[in-house]
């Protein structure tokens, strides 16, 4: 036995020193003859492109659902809420989005890549573009100044990127709305034959990606138009006609009944389903209008016989002192867990630029019929939800344009909100913007009774890129009250 292993010990040795005497000969064609021509080293755009628009879709829906929902006080959770209750620096269901915008931003940015070194992806680098340019919108309107112009650059060494200012993120070269344009530039300019493979939201439909462009750039120069003159440059948009018109243009794409590509929560436990309920606000506005949609995005009370009461709860209530029964409120409509083929991943849609194009009309910013628009909106927002419009609702029910000395604005912006259910954070970024729907005060605030005005960077960064994130909060600390750069309301 031990001459044996002695044996083998003397045979490794010979070949590690006869390894090692090789092993400057065999360097420079190392990486020829140890590549597994079945495992490449770079994923195939198509494959990215599906992977983002899939990941971010899906991951920024489920946000929407579990945090986002809460701070436009479309749902309210009954327990495990200190989220609801505004304390963001501890989420739980949900109130991370920070990995999910830049996992995408990371593997868009590759797309990017492989569309400008090789001419053979240059179809991909229009929507690559325009998908940074979306993505980083997100990104911006949620925590305000982030990592941008440095970041994504972990491959040449840089792992502690600085902030930039959210102005420079929107309105710099290669910002937000200068890769829209460079987008639309490269869709127009692109000739090759290469089809844009992967492409889940538009079927590899060039011009449709410009459309979805042109609207975007829309909703960008809303979103900044109180900081900003930007009249010229939506006239211009609004004039050309090309921006999402019907359902049939939207930028979105179906969830299914099953699985793997249901929505998250068909998924999730009964009872951590239960925990989510219609907010007190929603129900408000839903029944001042005698909107039907009530019943898609909502279920009746578990306590009533008839199957007709619906009922919301206040938003952020302290559960350790309130009991709560959760077959006294609304759940989530069946659409979210049982019937999630009908609904959709949302990057954009008619109704949203229809709205948008309404309150550009107006506030005097373009020269269109804001009553037009509205109405359009809130018939294609109707139609998305899968609810009949009734005939009198935009005749004599309170949504009617103007109505009982209503403030268009208002209502146009709360009609949105309405059909935003589960679009990530947008019902409360537009809400920021423009301070409706009018909120309530949440019942047992962990914010002084304010509502935050912004998310919290991740405690990460403080730990991983401490310099920058000191620099990023000197002034206002990390603070969700703090205002960003678009933020005048």
Known sequence: MNTQNSARRILTLILVLLIGAGINSCTRNFEDINLNPNAPTEVQPSLLLRQVIYSYGEGMSYEGYVAGNLLGQYFTEVDFNLFDRHSLTEPQYGGNPWPILYTNLRDNELILKSAQENQV????????????????????????????????????????????????????????????????????????????????????????????????????????????NVSAELQSIYDSGDYLNSNSQNATYDFTDGQPNNFRMATLRAGDFNLFVMSKTMEEILKMNNDPRMAVMYRPIGNDSTGTVYAGLLNGQDASQTSITVADYSLGGTIFRDHTGDLDANFLTAWETH?????????????????????????????????????????????????????????????????????????????????????????????????????????????????????????????????VWWDVN
């Open 121 to 228: 992806y240059a179809v991909y680098e229009g929507p690559a573009r325009i998908l940074k340019a979306y993505m980083t919108a997100a990104l911006t309107d949620i925590y305000g100044d982030v990592p941008y112009s440095e970041a994504l650059q972990g491959q040449q060494g840089n792992v502690t990127p600085a902030y930039d200012a959210q102005e420079d993120i929107y309105t710099s070269a290669y910002g937000i709305l200068d890769n829209l344009d460079l987008g639309i530039g490269a869709l127009l300019n692109y000739s090759g034959a290469q089809k844009l493979e992967g492409d889940i939201l538009f079927n590899g439909d060039l011009a449709a990606w410009i459309t979805f462009a042109n609207s975007l750039k829309i909703k960008y120069l809303m979103r900044i138009s109180g900081v900003k």
């Open 355 to 483: 709205f948008l194009l309404a309150e550009a009309a107006a506030r005097g910013y373009i020269n269109g019929n804001a009553q037009t628009h509205y109405e359009t909106g809130v018939q294609l927002a109707f139609d998305y939800w899968h609810t009949a419009l009734p005939a009198t609702y935009l005749t004599t029910d309170s949504a009617a344009y103007g109505s009982f000395g209503q403030d268009p604005i208002q209502q146009i912006i709360t009609q949105k909100w309405i059909a935003n259910t589960i679009n990530g954070y947008e019902g409360w970024i537009e809400y920021r913007r423009t301070g409706f729907p009018v909120l309530k005060p949440v019942a047992a605030s962990l914010n002084n009774g304010l509502i935050p005005v912004r998310m919290p960077y991740p405690t990460d960064e403080d730990v991983l890129n401490n310099i920058n994130f000191l620099s990023a909060t000197s002034i206002n600390g990390n603070s969700v009250n703090s205002r």
